[in-house]
């Protein structure tokens, strides 16, 4: 005689043991009846009972044999159960963790949709926890621990590390969605002077030649607006041995400023190892990088024999600027952020050569 098979919704979060229970209490069917026809121990039937041993595979098969419910359902109900108790563990452990997570900018990552808004501090943990993609805290420090690196290597610590943790983070995500060429040194290097010769447009004209050519060159650059609590320039670090990423914040608008940030990063990607991180933060500690860095971007962008040549010639006029400018191709505010820094001339002189840049991405924010 064939049994009959029966099929039910429980609600899969019930422990499986008790609807074992009810099972065998509406069949008016022993733990012990049970226990001999399946060829267990009275003990681990009540263990399973109890939700203190669960239910295998074998033991499925066994049920679905005595009792005519099928083993796939004993451990979808099994294996239900467990996740909505490791659930509830994690709910816990995520909540011991709000007070890390309110160390970082929570509404300003909200704001710019990189988070969703949280009602209690658990869904608040498990958002930042998503949004750096790691598990813990634990974790996140060994995610960003060269970042701890690059801080006490710049003596940057006057700004939220976990700020510009977010910072880099966005710079991350968004330099996934770039595909790029495998990275080669000496295309970068013809990359960087196509670059520069893009100085004297305006950025609706440079920035999608600019990333391209970047791309084309195995670089990603990002521009990502500064976060609250942080005063950075750029950054630049490796994703993998063939992507670098370039992270640009354009905290300061005018094209001497822009161009140089760039180009001082762009050193970086050259000059530098792979497993540096490199942040521009005002204020930071100036290392041997950081000016090697500083001097490729001011000799890239004004050579240096003609830039004495300019110095030599008496007075600096403003027509003296633009010809020199002219001359060597690139952009007349970068010649006068030059003389300014170098006080060559008071920074209150040609200052109307300088051009305020805003991009795309600041229109977007």
Not at 159 to 169: G, H, I, K, P, Q
Not at 195 to 223: H, N, Y
């Amino acid at each position: 005689m064939s049994e009959t098979r029966y099929t039910f919704t429980p609600d899969y979060s019930a422990p499986p043991g008790e609807i074992l229970a009810e099972m065998l209490e509406a069949r008016r069917l022993s733990q012990s009846e049970l226990a001999a026809r399946c060829g267990l121990s009275e003990k681990h039937l009540s263990q399973i009972i109890t939700g203190k041993a669960s239910i295998t595979s074998e033991t499925a098969l066994l049920f679905e044999r005595t009792l005519g419910v099928s083993a796939s359902l004993w451990l979808n109900l099994e294996s239900s159960h467990r996740l909505s108790l490791a659930r509830k563990q994690e709910q816990t452990k995520l909540a011991e963790y709000s007070a890390w997570a309110a160390r970082f900018p929570l509404r300003e990552l909200v704001a710019r949709g990189y988070m969703s808004a949280a009602r209690t501090d658990e869904e608040r943990v498990r958002a930042l926890l998503g949004f750096f993609g790691v598990t813990s805290p634990g974790a996140w420090e060994g995610q960003y621990a060269r970042l701890a690196v690059a801080y006490r290597r710049t003596g940057a610590f006057t700004r939220s590390r976990e700020t510009v943790a977010c910072w880099l983070r966005i710079g991350e995500i968004e330099a996934a969605h770039v595909d790029t060429a495998p990275f080669d040194r000496s295309a970068f290097r013809q990359v960087l002077q196509a670059i520069r010769g893009l100085t004297r447009l305006d950025p609706s004209a440079f920035e999608p030649k600019m990333l391209a050519l970047c791309q084309s060159g195995g670089v990603a650059l990002v521009f990502v607006p500064e976060l609250p609590k942080t005063r950075l320039s750029g950054a630049t670090r490796w994703l993998s041995s063939d992507k670098a990423l370039i992270v640009q914040s354009l905290r300061y608008r005018t094209d001497d400023h822009f161009w140089f940030t760039f180009f001082h990063e762009a050193a970086h990607v050259l000059l530098h190892g792979k497993r540096a991180l490199f942040i521009d933060e005002d204020g930071a500690q100036r290392t041997p990088e950081e000016e090697e860095a500083d001097k490729f971007a001011a000799d890239l962008l004004i050579p240096p024999a003609k830039y004495e040549t300019l110095l030599a010639g008496v007075p600096l006029s403003r027509a003296r600027v633009l010809a020199f400018a002219d001359e060597i191709g690139i952009a007349p505010g970068i010649v006068v952020g030059r003389l300014q820094h170098e006080k060559a001339i008071p920074f209150n002189w040609f200052r109307d050569l300088k051009r305020t840049f805003r991009f795309a991405v600041e229109a977007a924010d």
